[in-house]
Nanobody, 122 residues
Framework: HVQLVESGGGSVQAGGSLRLSCTASGYTYRNLCLAWFRQAPGKGREGVAV???????RYADSVKGRFTISEGNAKNTLYPQMNSLEPEDTAMYYC?????????????????WGQGTQVTVS
């Protein structure tokens, strides 16, 4: 069974940076589409960024130019680099996975989710 484990969240001052990590395991197929979502209290779950098996990436307009996403050498570890953080970025961040990145920013389309990691910007 596919498992996703997130880490790297924490508290940071506005203008600071964090790098999150998501490690996927337990899958039997070659590749996964790995994405990050976030959800603030009282808000819907928002797609933040995604990377496909071919290395292509997409970002939400709200984070474009500030966040970058990359994979480790094993291609099953995801590292969102979050720069110039703002209080509006405060949310629970979730790693999510499915086999393709079609409809990448629709949370309902994802089969697997991590437990979440909290990011707080003040």
């Amino acid at each position: 069974h596919v498992q996703l484990v997130e880490s790297g969240g924490g508290s940071v001052q506005a203008g600071g940076s964090l790098r999150l990590s998501c490690t996927a395991s337990g899958y039997t197929y070659r590749n996964l589409c790995l994405a990050w979502f976030r959800q603030a209290p009282g808000k819907g779950r928002e797609g933040v960024a995604v990377i496909d098996s071919d290395g292509s990436t997409r970002y939400a307009d709200s984070v474009k130019g500030r966040f970058t996403i990359s994979e480790g050498n094993a291609k099953n570890t995801l590292y969102p680099q979050m720069n110039s953080l703002e209080p509006e970025d405060t949310a629970m961040y979730y790693c999510a996975a499915k086999q393709t990145c079609i409809s990448w920013n629709r949370a309902i389309a994802y089969d697997y989710w991590g437990q979440g990691t909290q990011v707080t910007v003040s």
